[in-house]
């Protein structure tokens, strides 16, 4: 997926809901890498669950677990020269922290931080499949209040709310 013709549009919010496997995260992965290479800005990963976060920063053993992927396995051919990690809800590049994860539940923690050189927020897996979880009461305004925590006045930060299609969308 080419996030090209999106960010060409030059609008704050971009919400880019295609079938799975169509690249939408390792895109969104690729251009923030890129621009904290090229700027080194930062960026937000959001999750509304704690185990969602959970998969993204732990490594299992157990035999059925064992193909799990870490966060940045896709894109580290593409970047040889750099360290990539995900550990402790931080992603790391060459050892420097150019990422923050957090769970929606947390924005009243965002409220007294300083998030200056974020310039990207990844909302992941935003729609729901049917059946499969639920979404967080005042969903809507939990978000917006963390909008409004890292953005502060600023008009150079980008949001990505990705998601597959899925049945049922509400």
Sequence with gaps: ???????????????????????????????VIKQ???????????RRYENE???????????????KKDFFDDLK????????CAKNKKFYINDECFGFAKRMTESQDLKSATFNQVKTIIIDEYPIEKGRRYY?????????????????NRSDIKIFILGNAVEGIS
Excluded: A, W
């Excluded at 013709?5 to 969104?28: A, D, L």
């Excluded at 904290?36 to 959001?46: D, E, I, P, R």
């Excluded at 967080?136 to 502060?152: A, K, T, V, W």
């Design 53 to 67: 976060l959970k998969s993204v920063f732990e490594h299992t053993s157990t035999k059925e677990e064992m193909n």
């Design 36 to 46: 904290y290479k090229k700027n080194k800005s930062q960026f937000l990963y959001l």
């Design 77 to 84: 051919k593409f970047y040889p020269d750099d360290k990539l």
């Design 1 to 31: 997926y080419s996030l090209d013709k999106v960010i060409s549009y030059n609008v704050p919010v971009n919400i880019i809901i295609t079938e799975r496997g169509y690249g939408k995260s390792f895109s969104v992965k690729d251009y």
């Design 136 to 152: 967080l009461p005042n969903e809507g305004m939990i978000i917006m209040n963390i909008f409004d925590s890292i953005i502060r």
